[in-house]
């Protein structure tokens, strides 16, 4: 079983963390990894996308000349794809891009990002980002800069480490995720993983499941209408 180095917010070693080999050192594998990456690329499209055809466009009722003797090819509507301001033919429709993709391939497309990093010594835990009672981007910036030097940096959270979210939100070399959020793209798109000792203990020891789960939010995901009856 791998291991890695626990740091303090102060950059020093505090012992060490086992890292389950069925998790942080499996092979990965490519062709799962681009699949699940450009199915998870193609459910964020909108596919809101569209154009008008030429039974769409305004206008375009009266027959522009006479059907013969101008020595012109016929022609019914200047609302026809071949005329200015006329209708688009073939253009696309609004549609849905999403792609079915099994929870097993997206578990072990996972998998294999997350041992990629690991092998590579791209994956860091600390025991916490910032300390007190206040959120300070200053101080958890301090943290990650001892921490790695990666130019962009995942850092992973635990859903009630509200403090480390405000105090990172704005970094734009930073991105956040909870542990229940961390994704195949998200690992692979930055350079580093790091994980906080209480999101890394809420990812390994998995979703939690069963008739006594509480769906919990932020105060700020709260909104003002939930009070409402």
Request: charged letters at 25%; zero cysteines.
């Amino acid at each position: 079983m791998t291991s890695v180095e626990l740091k303090t917010p102060a950059g020093k070693a505090d012992g060490t963390v086992d890292l389950p080999e069925e998790i942080f050192d499996v092979q990965a594998n490519v062709a799962l990894m681009h699949q699940v990456v450009v199915a998870q690329q193609a459910a964020a499209r909108q596919g809101t996308h569209d154009t008008k055809t030429r039974g769409e466009v305004r206008g375009g009722g009266k027959k522009p000349y006479r059907q013969k003797g101008t020595g012109r090819a016929r022609q019914g509507s200047t609302r026809a794809p071949q005329f200015v301001g006329g209708g688009v033919v073939h253009g696309p429709t609004p549609r849905d891009y999403a792609q079915r993709t099994p929870k097993k391939m997206k578990a072990a497309a996972l998998r294999g990002a997350l041992s990629d990093r690991a092998r590579a010594g791209q994956l860091h835990i600390v025991t916490e980002l910032v300390t007190g009672e206040k959120p300070s981007t200053k101080a958890a910036k301090s943290v990650l800069a001892a921490v790695t030097q990666a130019k962009r940096v995942l850092v992973v959270l635990h859903r009630d480490d509200e403090y480390s979210w405000v105090s990172l939100r704005n970094l734009p070399e930073v991105h956040l995720l909870w542990a229940d959020q961390l994704n195949t793209y998200d690992v692979l798109v930055n350079d580093d993983v790091v994980f906080t000792k209480a999101a890394y203990d809420a990812f390994v020891a998995g979703p939690v499941r069963g008739k006594t789960v509480k769906a919990s939010a932020r105060s700020g995901e709260v909104t003002e209408g939930s009070d409402e009856k």
